[in-house]
Antibody
Framework: QVQLVQSGAGVKKPGASVKVSCKAS????????IHWVRQAPGQGLEWMGW????????RFAQKFRGRLTMTRDTSITTAYMELSRLISDDTAVYYC???????????????WGQGTMVIVSS | QSVLTQPPSASGAPGQGVTISCSGS????????VNWYQQVPGTAPKLLIY???QRPSGVPDRFSASKSGTSGTLAISGLQSEDEADYYC???????????FGKGTKVTVL
């Protein structure tokens, strides 16, 4: 069965970076884009960007460009999201998600990771 | 700022139905499919509807959806207590070149 298992929660200081992992299993990792979506406490969902696990290509939402990196290790079917220069507004649950259809990043997300809580606090 | 507009709340008695609207524009719903997600508090969102009206395997047929022009609608019939959740509409936006979500609608079963 398809699973996306994320790394654990963490507390970071303002200005620091956070790197969240997303271990995929149960499907062809290189066949489906991985996106990252975050949710601040009590707030709605916010799309951050996508990565093509096959090529490593990425595309980010405007507000994150310059401080967001997405990478992957295909040998262990794991995707990574790293956000730098953290501020308190980055406190959120971060989800990795998988597109429903192959090679279509505009598509819906049929599987979600369990979420990783990142708290930014001094 | 979300460009998909949903009502903040909706409610109904057990067994009744509710509808949730999602208003967008030509650059998102008007040219791409609408998807709906259900999020029970404290859990990850779950895909409820994709490609405007399709239900993934395991989603009860009490949930239905449609799209017309630049708007989408989610309907829940025969409300059950487990339907209490936040519901988000979403679509790709060609101008923003990104995936956008509505702010969510909290459904309460009275």
């Amino acid at each position: 069965q398809v699973q996306l298992v994320q790394s654990g929660a963490g507390v970071k200081k303002p200005g620091a970076s956070v790197k969240v992992s997303c271990k995929a299993s149960g499907y062809t990792f290189t066949g489906y884009y991985i996106h990252w979506v975050r949710q601040a406490p009590g707030q709605g969902l916010e799309w951050m960007g996508w990565m093509d696990p096959k090529s490593g290509g990425t595309r980010f939402a405007q507000k994150f460009r310059g401080r967001l990196t997405m990478t992957r290790d295909t040998s262990i079917t794991t995707a990574y999201m790293e956000l730098s220069r953290l501020i308190s507004d980055d406190t959120a649950v971060y989800y990795c998600v998988k597109n429903r259809y192959q090679w279509n990043y505009r598509d819906s997300y049929d599987f979600w990771g369990q979420g990783t809580m990142v708290i930014v606090s001094s | 700022q979300s460009v998909l507009t949903q009502p903040p709340s909706a409610s109904g008695a057990p067994g009744q139905g509710v509808t949730i609207s999602c208003s967008g524009s030509n650059s998102n719903i008007g040219s791409n499919t609408v998807n709906w997600y259900q999020q029970v508090p404290g859990t990850a969102p779950k895909l409820l509807i994709y490609s405007n009206f399709q239900r993934p395997s395991g989603v009860p047929d009490r949930f239905s959806a449609s799209k017309s022009g630049t708007s989408g609608t989610l309907a829940i019939s025969g409300l059950q207590s487990e339907d209490e959740a936040d519901y988000y509409c979403a679509a790709w936006d060609d101008i923003l070149d990104g995936y956008i979500f509505g702010k969510g609608t909290k459904v309460t079963v009275l």
